[in-house]
Nanobody, 116 residues
Framework: QVQLVESGGGLVQPGGSLRLSCAAS????????MNWYRQAPGKERELVAS????????TYAVSVKGRFTMSRDNAKNTVYLQMNSLKPDDTAVYYC?????????WGQGTQVTVSS
């Protein structure tokens, strides 16, 4: 079955960096675009970044553009989200997502807290 397992979250000071990872299994990873979403307390889940199946094309939310970089390693069935210049507003649970045969799949999420 499809599994998405995120890791790499934690507590970081404003201006710091974190690198999230999402290990995928149960589907042909290299043929699907992948996404990172986040959900802050009391807010709707929002799309943060997407990468195409080959890894050559990425898109970002305006709020993170220039600070976050999404990438993938199809040999390792893993996507990454490098987050730099973190701000308190980036505090959220971050989720890995794939849409397979029209159905959305989610990981369990990883908490990112940006605070001094």
């Amino acid at each position: 079955q499809v599994q998405l397992v995120e890791s790499g979250g934690g507590l970081v000071q404003p201006g710091g960096s974190l690198r999230l990872s999402c290990a995928a299994s149960g589907f042909t990873f290299s043929t699907y675009p992948m996404n990172w979403y986040r959900q802050a307390p009391g807010k709707e889940r929002e799309l943060v970044a997407s990468v195409n199946s080959a890894g050559g094309g990425t898109t970002y939310a305006v709020s993170v553009k220039g600070r976050f970089t999404m990438s993938r390693d199809n040999a390792k069935n893993t996507v990454y989200l490098q987050m730099n210049s973190l701000k308190p507003d980036d505090t959220a649970v971050y989720y890995c997502n794939a849409r397979i045969w029209g159905a959305p799949y989610w990981g369990q999420g990883t908490q990112v807290t940006v605070s001094s």
